[in-house]
């Protein structure tokens, strides 16, 4: 990890055209990164942004390399995580671990005569060019055909990487008890799984992978018939113009992640559906329901409340269904990801400007 460090290190200060240039550095594989420029670069502007949550003090106590961790990444100028929370869970870190000074109204760190200031920057999508992309029914109508759906059957979707925090089990033990509950939905609605492999050579994820797949097959064994399959698991890469076809094609989108920065398959959902149609389903771990507030939220751990709100959502009158979707899709392309990157080049600007006046009057 040092060593990768280490290089790209040594390759921004290669590259650098100028003693203060601006660097940004994403997520937690090149923690150390920040610090190892800032050494070399004493005036860069360092922008690192964090993907995934930060954890609380007591969980990230765990980690045996965490004063260095901390350290490296206060070599930044901004931190940027996903929502305030976990800027909140940050700053009581490096409260815990590290002797440094912080201002919490102005959500900055004092440490070596350095100043980093750790911001909530929620990235986003790029919102999509209407006239690049197929008409919506068109899609929907050539998607259903594919499966072997009739327009009235209720499509239920999720898309993944195959990945144990993203609350697969969970959502198809949701999808198992609402037929449970529901028998009046048994053969009129389907659940698509998208599960991208990842990280296939380990033995973690080699095991989850035989989980997610027992499960579908349990499912199916158990409620399907001669026409209907319950759970279609798709265990293969799509690419982006095939998960906009489900998109597109879908009645409810499941995104009920255990722990997740952001996660944009939600926004894409929301902006693929220009109809205005279309419900979600989303985790309240998941950095997005702190912006898409006409979701309807839910606790992916409790299976019945997943459930209740599926049962929700397959029922839910086509006005309500416009009149959320309508404000979510407004959320989505006014805080897009264009949006995200001003944000942070824009405060990574004003801090040049408030470092070159300070260098002055000295």
Same mark, same amino acid.
């Given at each position: 990890y040092q060593a990768v460090?280490?290089?790209?290190?040594?390759?921004?200060?290669? %590259?650098?055209?100028?003693?203060?240039?601006?660097? !940004?550095? /994403?997520?937690? @594989?090149?923690? !150390?990164?920040? =610090?190892?420029? =800032?050494?070399?670069?004493?005036?860069?502007? $360092? $922008?690192?942004?964090? @993907?995934?949550?930060?954890?609380?003090?007591?969980?990230? #106590?765990?980690?045996?390399?965490?004063?260095e961790l901390l350290n490296g990444l206060l070599g930044s100028t901004i931190l940027g995580f996903h929502t305030r929370f976990h800027c909140s869970n940050f700053l009581a870190t490096v409260d815990r671990f590290l002797e440094t000074r912080i201002e919490h109204e102005n959500a900055t760190v004092h440490a070596g005569g350095h100043l980093t200031m750790v911001e909530s920057y929620p990235i986003s999508i790029a919102w999509p060019d209407p006239a690049a992309q197929p008409p919506l029914q068109q899609e929907r109508a050539r998607t259903r055909r594919r499966l072997g759906l009739d327009d009235? @059957?209720?499509?239920?979707? #999720?898309?993944? =990487? !195959?990945?144990?925090?993203?609350? $697969?089990?969970?959502?198809m033990r949701a999808f198992e008890r609402l037929l449970e509950? /529901?028998?009046?939905?048994? *053969?009129?609605?389907?659940?698509? *799984?998208?599960?991208?492999?990842?990280?296939?050579?380990?033995? %973690?994820? *080699?095991?989850?992978?035989?989980?997610?797949?027992?499960?579908?097959?349990?499912?199916?064994? =158990?409620?399907?018939?001669?026409?209907? %399959?319950?759970?279609?698991l798709l265990v293969e890469h799509h690419d982006a113009e095939a998960v906009h076809a489900y998109y597109c094609a879908t009645d409810v989108c499941l995104v009920t992640s255990l722990h997740d920065g952001m996660n944009l398959v939600a926004k894409e959902f929301i902006a693929a559906r220009d109809d205005d149609r279309g419900v979600l389903v989303l985790s309240q771990f998941a950095g997005a329901s702190h912006e898409l507030h006409e979701a309807l939220v839910v606790n992916p751990y409790h299976i019945e409340e997943v459930a209740q709100a599926l049962r929700r959502a397959l029922a839910m009158?086509?006005?309500? /269904?416009? %009149?959320?979707m309508r404000s979510l899709r407004h959320t989505v392309r006014e805080f897009n990801v264009y949006r995200w990157a001003a944000r942070m080049l824009l405060d990574a600007a004003r801090l040049r400007r408030r470092e070159r006046i300070a260098a002055r009057i000295e």
């Open positions: 460090n280490e290089r790209f290190a040594n390759a921004v200060v290669a %590259e650098a055209r100028t003693a203060d240039p601006v660097v !940004l550095v /994403q997520d937690y @594989h090149l923690a !150390l990164l920040p =610090r190892m420029i =800032r050494e070399r670069l004493p005036k860069a502007t $360092i $922008i690192t942004f964090w @993907h995934i949550p930060w954890p609380n003090p007591e969980s990230f #106590g765990i980690c045996p390399w965490r004063e009235d @059957h209720r499509l239920v979707l #999720g898309v993944d =990487r !195959l990945d144990y925090t993203k609350g $697969i089990v969970e959502r509950l /529901q028998p009046d939905w048994r *053969q009129r609605v389907t659940f698509v *799984q998208i599960a991208a492999p990842s990280r296939s050579s380990l033995d %973690e994820y *080699q095991r989850f992978e035989s989980e997610v797949r027992a499960i579908a097959a349990r499912i199916n064994n =158990r409620w399907g018939a001669a026409d209907w %399959e319950p759970v279609r009158p086509d006005e309500e /269904q416009r %009149e959320r």
